[in-house]
């Protein structure tokens, strides 16, 4: 125990797995487009397969931004939690071993914001 | 016949003698407890004091003196309030949008006042000492009186604008909120000498001019001379918390050379959470006031850098050195505002308050106050959302966002050496992962994760169906937010169509 306390200080994690109905939290940010202010946090099923985020998660998160609808997705390039990493789109978010809170970071080549510019 | 004695005139007793009196023993020895039974908070944080009775009080003020000067100060801030009320004093503020300040300032920090309260009342309960206890006591005392003030004098404007109808149940569940009542919480669960140090030295001492500068002469620039009052009614109590802090961590070094080390990883942990607390200041510095006093990056440079320098050079005799990350501190001094603005920008369909895109003639300001990054990144950004909102489209972000474990706030911070990039951190901790918005919050999760493993995230209470419901009416129902009137753009709220009226009102009657 680190904590300096006056007794036992042992609590369970207050975002425990279980806590989500069987969602896990899942948080992506989409680089160089920081008009989006920071990462989000979406609750997802661990069966889902990953197609359906690109198809039907994500384009409600970020959609309204211009450059969005020209992403060429053979082109992006991913994070999962600091380590490069290559989807398999048809595998499931827990057999692309993306677990609970996991961070996805995605890069989407020549599309660096509106004019360019990394924060917008 | 005897001759009857001189009549004696009974001498005055001196301000020292009078308060050698109030504090007489009150600093007593228990006879049938163990001392460390009565007092069982005063060890287990390894600090080691050998001698309370070197305490110095400054102030040695006694209870007397205490009870004249508040009630002096409260009729004379009463009477202030009467009049502001009588004379429709809101109608002189600069603009609208400068109420949305004390929105923030009335949930975020008027609770944390009343937290200070009990915090001071419990330490000086667990103190040995006498001086120290006495100057505890009179500090709950005061910070108690702060939450009342605070909420009286506001509470005029409560009659007239939206937001400000329920700041004690919303600093409970508002999810911008858990960044000030977080901050709190850990100050409180932490032993007497850490919270005295958290709030005491690193807060009142180190930080306060960052807050009560922009809040009070805020007020004064912009016309609500109630709230300066308020201010100046303060401003003596708070002189003598801020001779508490420095006496606090003192007196700690001066008492064991052990110490040291323990009173610099808190001075550490308590500059970051105070630092990432103010960014709620920075925000409303550069964006809310709409007259201006001086930028973020210029308040952050006169009173911590400036000031931070002289103080900690002063405390290098001890062995103490500047906070840890104060370097990073003042790499975010020219973005910080910016970062923060976007975040409520994006959110403000889940806030208590407004906000608004900045005029041309605020961003001209904005340009020259931060000439190296506010045309670069930031005003781009306004430009797009200035059109999205001409086309009926005004941004808000549709997805709830990521948060740092450790101040709560959501993770929108950029890296140290990059505007571009945000800054992101992450710790596993029992198998679990953690995030954090920078290496600052990262290192107060790690040397003490049981602690921060349970923070209430609003965002994944949200998700565990903890706040109401699933879609935003429900969660805002749930902070008492009245939907469409307190929350979304100042353009176009209710309180923008009522300032307006009253403005072309006051146009009106003038012909």
């Keep these: ?120 | 016949m005897n001759a009857m004695p001189p009549l004696q005139k009974q001498r005055k007793l001196s301000l020292k003698e009078r308060y050698a009196h109030l504090t007489r023993g009150l600093g007593w020895e228990t006879t049938y407890q163990p001392m460390d039974k009565v007092f069982p908070y005063i060890s287990y944080e390894g600090i080691k004091i050998h001698d309370w009775d070197a305490w110095e009080d400054p102030f040695r003020l006694t209870m007397d003196a205490y009870w004249k000067y508040q009630a002096e100060k409260e009729r004379k801030l009463y009477a202030v309030i009467e009049s502001f009320a009588q004379n429709n004093g809101h109608l002189n503020v600069t603009d609208a949008r400068y109420i949305n300040a004390l929105k923030l300032f009335l949930t975020g920090v008027s609770p944390l006042e009343y937290s200070a309260h009990r915090g001071y009342a419990h330490v000086g309960r667990h103190f040995v000492g006498a001086g120290p206890r006495i100057a505890c006591q009179m500090q709950a005392i005061d910070e108690l009186r702060h939450a009342q003030t605070q909420i009286h004098t506001m509470s005029h404007y409560n009659k007239f604008f939206d937001g400000l109808h329920d700041a004690r149940h919303m600093h409970d569940r508002v999810w911008y909120l858990s960044v000030p009542k977080s901050f709190f919480e850990d100050a409180c669960s932490a032993g007497p000498f850490e919270f005295l140090t958290a709030i005491s030295f690193s807060f009142e001492y180190v930080l306060t001019n960052l807050l009560f500068v922009p809040f009070m002469s805020g007020a004064a620039y912009n016309g609500d001379m109630a709230t300066v009052t308020f201010g100046f009614s303060a401003q003596s109590d708070e002189a003598r918390h801020m001779t508490l802090g420095l006496e606090i961590i003192k007196f700690m070094l001066e008492q064991d050379e052990g110490n040291v080390p323990i009173v610099q990883k808190w001075i550490d942990k308590w500059f970051w959470r105070g630092y990432r607390l103010l960014g709620l200041v920075s925000m409303m510095m550069d964006y809310m006031l709409p007259k201006r006093i001086m930028s973020w990056a210029e308040a952050w440079e006169m009173y911590f850098e400036q000031a931070g320098d002289a103080l900690f050079e002063d405390l290098s005799r001890y062995g103490i050195r500047k906070p840890k990350y104060h370097e990073v501190a003042s790499k975010e001094k020219h973005r910080l505002s910016h970062e923060v603005w976007s975040i409520f920008y994006n959110y403000t369909h889940a806030a208590a308050f407004h906000t608004w895109l900045p005029s041309e003639e605020e961003m001209k300001w904005l340009s020259a106050k931060y000439p190296d990054t506010f045309d670069k990144h930031y005003r781009p950004r306004f430009k797009c959302w200035s059109e999205m909102q001409a086309e009926g489209k005004r941004f808000y972000n549709p997805t709830l966002p990521q948060l740092c474990v450790t101040c709560q706030i959501p993770m929108g911070f950029t890296e140290p050496d990059d505007p571009t990039t945000i800054c992101f951190r992450s710790t596993e901790y029992k198998g679990e992962r953690f995030h954090f918005c920078s290496d600052g919050c990262k290192d107060i999760f790690c040397d003490e994760p049981e602690k921060y493993v349970q923070s209430w995230l609003p965002v994944h209470q949200i998700y565990q169906g903890n706040c109401g419901g699933a879609e935003v009416k429900d969660v805002l129902a749930w902070y008492h937010l009245n939907f469409g009137v307190d929350n979304f753009d100042y353009e176009g709220s209710p309180d923008q169509k009522l300032w307006d009226e009253w403005q072309a009102q006051k146009a009106s009657n003038a012909v």
């Design chain 1, 1 to 120: 125990m680190t904590v300096a306390a006056i007794g036992r200080y042992e609590f369970k994690s207050r975002d425990r797995l279980e806590y989500f109905h069987g969602n896990q939290v899942v948080y992506f940010h989409w680089e160089e487009h920081l008009m989006f202010c920071a990462g989000l946090a979406l609750p997802l099923p661990p069966t889902m397969p990953f197609r359906a985020i690109l198809s039907d998660v994500l384009p409600g998160c970020y959609g309204t931004h211009p450059d969005w609808a020209r992403i060429d997705w053979g082109k992006v390039t991913w994070m999962l939690d600091s380590r490069p990493f290559k989807p398999v789109l048809d595998a499931s978010l827990a057999d692309n071993h993306i677990g609970h809170k996991s961070l996805l970071r995605f890069w989407t080549p020549g599309l660096q914001g509106i004019d360019g510019i990394p924060t917008c």
